[in-house]
């Protein structure tokens, strides 16, 4: 549904061919999704479980996911506009709800790779090929 609603809203830009297996692909795909949700996820997400007294939950999401999921937007910020900042908010809190219900980093890594993927398949094709 993601990837569809992107689509919709934004260009379709599939990824060339010989683009693919490139190291730049493969370091926004596998290694970038490996390493942030290590870091946000087992690390941060992880610790602010650990340390806040009682679970409190937002429509579903927990206080740790949802300060994690800031943390995660804002530090893209480095690197990204403000609006992109922005959108890797939802995403975020999804990896997040995923580690919290299955109590593994392991499947936020899985979706994480699987969003990516995704995503510069087919939207972000242009942006990566121009980015590097």
Known sequence: MAWL??????????????????PAFL???????LFEELFFRGIVQGHLQQSMARRKTWFGLS?????TSFLFSMVHLANHSISWSLLVFVPSLCFGFVRDRFGSVYPSIALHVFYNTGYFLLIGGATLI???
């Open 5 to 22: 609603s992107m689509i919709w809203l934004f260009a379709f830009q599939p990824l060339p061919q010989h683009a693919i297996w490139s």
């Open 27 to 33: 370091s926004v795909t596998l290694w970038q999704p």
């Open 63 to 67: 206080t740790s996911n949802l300060l």
């Open 130 to 132: 121009n980015s590097h």
